[in-house]
């Protein structure tokens, strides 16, 4: 079974970049579909980015053009860029690797944008 630890949170102003990294052990790596999800406060998590085993990707609307997913098979991790930052995107982030019943989430990282 894969576990994940995410790193790379923290405080940022608005318009700022942070990039998150989930680093993956105990499983194949590159067959799981790594996603990034996030979940604000009184709000339920929701998709932010995934890229699958072949590297498509999908973003939530909210985050396309200024958000990027990626991975790097040889490092068993995964990464979100986030650019431009805006107060909404305030949440705690989570990585998450998925593969037919696998469904597997890692602890989670704070991500605060001040304004």
């Known amino acids: 079974q894969v576990q994940l630890v995410e790193s790379g949170g923290g405080l940022v102003q608005a318009g700022g970049t942070l990039r998150l990294s989930c680093a993956a052990s105990?499983?194949?790596?590159?067959?799981?579909?790594m996603g990034w999800y996030r979940q604000a406060p009184g709000k339920q998590r929701e998709l932010v980015a995934a890229?699958?085993?072949?590297?498509?990707?999908n973003y939530a609307d909210s985050v396309k053009g200024r958000f990027t997913i990626s991975r790097d098979n040889a490092k068993n991790t995964a990464y979100l860029q986030m650019n431009s930052l805006k107060p909404e995107d305030t949440a705690v982030y989570y990585c998450?690797?998925?593969?037919?019943?696998?469904?597997?989430w890692g602890q989670g990282t704070q991500v605060t944008v001040s304004s």
């Open positions: 105990g499983s194949i790596f590159s067959i799981y579909t």
């Open positions: 998450n690797a998925r593969r037919f019943t696998v469904d597997v």
């Open positions: 890229i699958t085993s072949g590297g498509s990707t």
